[in-house]
């Protein structure tokens, strides 16, 4: 084994509990974990800055293995005053006429027919978008880890029920599976410490 597994993980996603099995299993390796932004995750594995990665699908996969892991429930993020709270969750049809704010990040690819383009540029990241919505202007639609990620006091989020979902995945290149990556998979796949690869 490796004395280092760089694992590479977009934002919001939550590889705590694999870190933690992966630490009591694999004292010998050290694993690092690095942040990759959804735009960068390809050329990330591709180059080799880490052995896999937690992505967000769609990713182009060719010479990359890819396990789905869970998907993602989107939500409307708007500021604390927003009308849109009254509901505990709501439908595109609910947000006709609000002003959509798409970030640069955007990892949804969201359009919804009825809401309006903004007067302004759209902001760099998410946690730009959610400031701006959170001052009054418009809305946002971000997969929950995001929102809960760029929590805000002044702000706050509905489920948005029929509103596109995020696919969580764990990728790897295909020809540099090594047993330090087999034995990441088996403990995201939930294999136990004893039990064997099948």
């Known amino acids: 084994m ?9 934002p919001g ?22 942040p990759l932004v959804v735009a960068d995750q390809r050329r ?6 880490v052995d896999a990665a937690l992505v967000r699908l769609p990713i182009d996969k060719d010479g990359l293995h890819a396990i789905p892991l869970y998907d993602e429930v ?4 708007t500021s ?7 509901a505990d969750e709501l439908d595109t049809a609910d947000l006709m006429g ?13 359009r919804i027919p009825g809401t309006v383009d903004p007067r302004f540029a759209p902001p760099a990241d998410t946690a730009e ?7 009054g202007v418009g809305i946002v639609v971000v997969p929950m880890s995001l929102a809960r990620l ?24 295909a020809e540099r599976t090594n047993p330090a990556v087999e034995a990441f998979v088996g403990i995201v796949r939930g294999r136990t410490a004893n039990s064997s690869r099948g």
């Open 2 to 10: 490796p004395a280092t597994f760089t694992l590479g993980a977009i």
């Open 13 to 34: 996603a939550t590889p705590g509990r694999w870190i933690d099995t992966w630490n009591d299993r694999m004292p010998q390796t050290s694993l690092d974990l690095v």
């Open 44 to 49: 990330a594995l591709v180059d080799g800055e």
């Open 74 to 77: 989107p939500v409307v993020v």
């Open 80 to 86: 604390k005053d927003s009308h849109l709270l009254a």
């Open 98 to 110: 609000e002003v959509l704010v798409v970030p640069r990040d955007d990892v949804l690819g969201i």
């Open 129 to 135: 978008a959610i400031a701006t919505v959170a001052a």
């Open 150 to 173: 760029h929590h805000r006091k002044d702000a706050d989020y509905r489920p948005l029920l029929d509103g596109p979902t995020s696919t969580v995945a764990l990728a790897w290149v």
